[in-house]
């Protein structure tokens, strides 16, 4: 039998059934992936070890380099020990220097009861005993800070430069131990592109450079110098 045309009619626009999945809320879902086998985690953890030997090997001569020029003027941070002091006149001695500056801060510690009230002075008598002529010694001595020392010392070095006139534009900085990278960028910040800043790190006092790591001194030294040159570098700006 065919079907009236009327009921064809209501057949054909019949809406087809419609379902609506409930919506959930998760915070994790199914994940299917790789994981290391044992063997995995052995190369893995290798690759570690050999990266934190190398760090340790490589870290303390890129915080102690040894950049030119070595000439012009020789400039001390007058906190270093007599040791490297006695090394740093012999170079002076030796060397091409029209001028030897001590630069630093006051003294923080016992200032009241000794007769030089900043580093730079008494590094500056140092000199002196040691037998370098007191007219070649400039002594720079910067404001007392807490923060930011050694780029306040290179700012106090570049006012005593133009206080004093010197046209010479060659600065050797002498500094030990891993202070010396973060020293020299620092200088070269405060003094500007139109001087040359070379480094020389005379050994640290109370540790072999070489084997910093097995001594406390030198794991504060050098990890602290480490972070200091980052924020330096990256984060520090005049």
């Not at 065919?2 to 999945?21: A, D, E, G, Q």
């Not at 009241?112 to 900043?118: G, L, P, T, V």
């Not at 973060?182 to 020389?200: E, I, M, N, P, W």
């Not at 910093?212 to 990890?223: D, P």
Request: glycine fraction near 8%; hydrophobic fraction near 40%; include cysteine.
């Amino acid at each position: 039998m065919s079907t009236p045309p009327h009921k064809k009619f209501l057949v054909s626009r019949t809406p087809f059934p419609c379902y609506i999945r409930p919506m959930k809320f998760t915070i994790t879902k199914e994940y299917t992936g790789r994981k290391l086998t044992w063997l995995g985690r052995l190369l893995v953890l290798i690759v570690i070890v050999a990266a934190f030997i190398g760090l340790m090997a490589n870290l303390y001569p890129f915080l102690a380099p040894d950049k030119p020029p070595h000439k012009g003027l020789m400039v001390i941070e007058g906190w270093i020990h007599d040791f490297a002091l006695d090394e740093a006149v012999q170079m002076y001695k030796s060397g091409n220097y029209s001028k030897i500056i001590c630069t630093g801060v006051p003294i923080e510690t016992g200032s009241y009861i000794q007769a030089f009230k900043s580093y730079p002075e008494m590094t500056t008598a140092r000199l002196v005993e040691m037998g370098i002529d007191p007219a070649d010694i400039i002594t720079a001595i910067s404001e007392e800070t807490n923060k930011d020392r050694t780029y306040v010392a290179a700012t106090a070095l570049r006012q005593y430069i133009m206080a004093y006139n010197i046209g010479e534009t060659n600065v050797h900085l002498i500094t030990t131990g891993p202070h010396g990278r973060r020293s020299c960028l620092l200088f070269q910040k405060a003094l500007g592109d139109d001087y040359h800043v070379g480094v020389t790190c005379l050994d640290d006092f109370g540790y072999e450079p070489d084997r910093w790591y097995a001594y406390s001194e030198g794991v504060r030294k050098v990890l602290g110098e480490f972070i200091a040159y980052t924020y330096a570098k990256f984060f520090f700006y005049p």
